[in-house]
């Protein structure tokens, strides 16, 4: 998939970088389903639309409720007509999301290929490129999550469940138990330390 992109650059959603080179593309998009989303704030069906579709990632990607995120990226490719309405939108969306960068030509050599003629509009690509669905809209709306599992074995994605889903910044927590163990890594870590502590001045003590 990171071939459609190939030297493209991707913004990562509310953050300050971009997602540029060839690992880091690997990482996002690669033995993934890809969405890539076509719409306008300005729009008032995209506007009903964006709510359900953020739920829609949410609850196949949130460890609040899944374990491990689907095998899926979205990249929203916007028709704003600024780019601070661009911004403005992407706040209000997933963290997870991408997108293509305000103003660049590519956007426009995405809707060509894809054939979009209106708003709002989700292709469906496999992770080689091919299209799944040309505009999903309609199915997410009827299905909810439950038409990934469509696009899952339509994609025939490497089957991951043997290790964690990766994300591009390899640092997403994957359970709501991460932040309980992490905390009980962090405190045994201090408990060792105050222990070696007390250990070299009962060292110091004795040698005096």
């Not at 969405?35 to 995209?46: A, D, I, V």
């Not at 199915?139 to 990934?148: D, K, V």
């Amino acid at each position: 998939m990171a071939a459609l992109f190939t030297g493209k650059v991707l913004m990562a959603n509310r953050e300050e970088y971009e997602v540029e080179t060839e690992r880091e593309l690997g990482l996002a998009l690669e033995n993934k389903v890809l969405l890539l989303y076509f719409g306008s704030e300005q729009c008032p069906r995209c506007r009903r639309f964006s709510p359900l579709l953020k739920d829609f990632f949410l609850r196949l990607t949130d460890e609040f409720y899944v374990e491990r995120a689907s095998q899926l990226v979205l990249v929203y490719v916007s028709q704003d007509e600024t780019e601070e309405q661009q911004s403005a939108f992407l706040k209000t969306m997933p963290k997870r999301w991408l997108a293509v960068p305000f103003g660049d030509d590519f956007k426009r050599e995405l809707e060509l290929r894809f054939a979009v003629a209106e708003v709002p509009a989700v292709v469906v690509l496999k992770p080689n490129g091919e299209v799944i669905v040309g505009n999903a809209v309609e199915e997410i709306q009827r299905l909810g999550p439950a038409c990934f599992q469509n696009w899952k074995e339509a994609a025939e994605l490497v089957d991951r469940n043997f290790r964690l889903a990766e994300d591009f910044d390899d640092c997403a927590r994957r359970s709501i138990t991460d932040p309980i163990r992490r905390l009980k890594y962090k405190l045994d870590k201090k408990r060792g330390a105050k222990k070696r502590r007390d250990e070299e001045e009962e060292d110091e003590e004795e040698s005096s």
